[in-house]
């Protein structure tokens, strides 16, 4: 066992070249998605095992979504359970903390990250990429993985297609974009990274891969 605490649906596992670090996403129940990152060397040590958090911990009987603690909830009731309880202490020790994490409002409408990228070129600032299964949403970061940092903030990103109009509704624009008026367009975007180290996305509804880059500040530092 190199580590616990990750395996309800860990997904998208990026190897970071650069700095020798693991990236991987972990889907949450209500409360907190994560993207997790531990270096290599920290992985195979055989010294320690790692507890990236999920799971009713054996110890104190608390189980965790990113900072958060979690109920036990009701099986089957997809909305509210299980419950957030309340925060957990940053920097909690025994417990890796995420690179990032992100939750649930009444505004936003996400359902859970969908994959993740670590682009190495086609950027400028963006230290990480990841996208919203429901909303079409592509988010990141410009800050580093920093280890036993608290989790870094994270932006909703807006996306220009190659004329340079803004996709309101996200990569679901593309998606009625090819399709038409159909009533329903999420596309399920999967980042991943071309061989030279750019992020791109494939929309698993129509079957089509774009590249992504990332642009210059324009006036107002939108």
């Avoid at 807006?158 to 009533?183: F, P, S």
């Avoid at 980042?191 to 107002?220: C, N, S, W």
Wanted: aromatic share 10%; with cysteine; proline share 6%.
């Amino acid at each position: 066992i190199k580590s616990k605490g990750q395996t309800k649906s860990p997904k998208s596992k990026k190897p970071k070249k650069s700095a020798n670090t693991l990236v991987f996403m972990d889907i949450g129940g209500v409360t907190a998605e994560e993207v997790n990152a531990i270096p290599l060397k920290r992985l195979l040590d055989d010294s320690r095992i790692d507890n990236f958090g999920w799971g009713r911990n054996i110890y104190d009987g608390k189980a965790r979504e990113g900072t958060f603690y979690v109920g036990a909830g009701d099986l089957g009731v997809l909305s509210s359970q299980p419950p957030c309880d309340k925060n957990a202490p940053i920097g909690e020790p025994g417990f890796v903390q995420p690179w990032i994490q992100f939750g649930r409002t009444d505004d936003d409408f996400f359902y859970g990250i969908a994959s993740l990228a670590v682009p190495t070129s086609g950027v400028n600032m963006i230290k990480l990429l990841w996208s919203e299964f429901n909303t079409g949403l592509i988010l990141g970061t410009d800050e580093k993985f920093v280890r036993e940092a608290p989790p870094v903030t994270g932006y909703k990103l807006r996306i220009y297609d190659t004329d340079d109009k803004i996709l309101e509704g996200g990569l679901n624009d593309l998606v009625q974009a090819e399709l038409g008026e159909v009533g329903y367009y999420r596309g399920d975007p999967r980042l991943f990274h071309f061989p030279d180290g750019q992020a791109g996305v494939f929309i698993e509804r129509t079957g089509v891969f774009y590249k992504l880059t990332e642009m210059e500040p324009i006036a107002g530092g939108q």
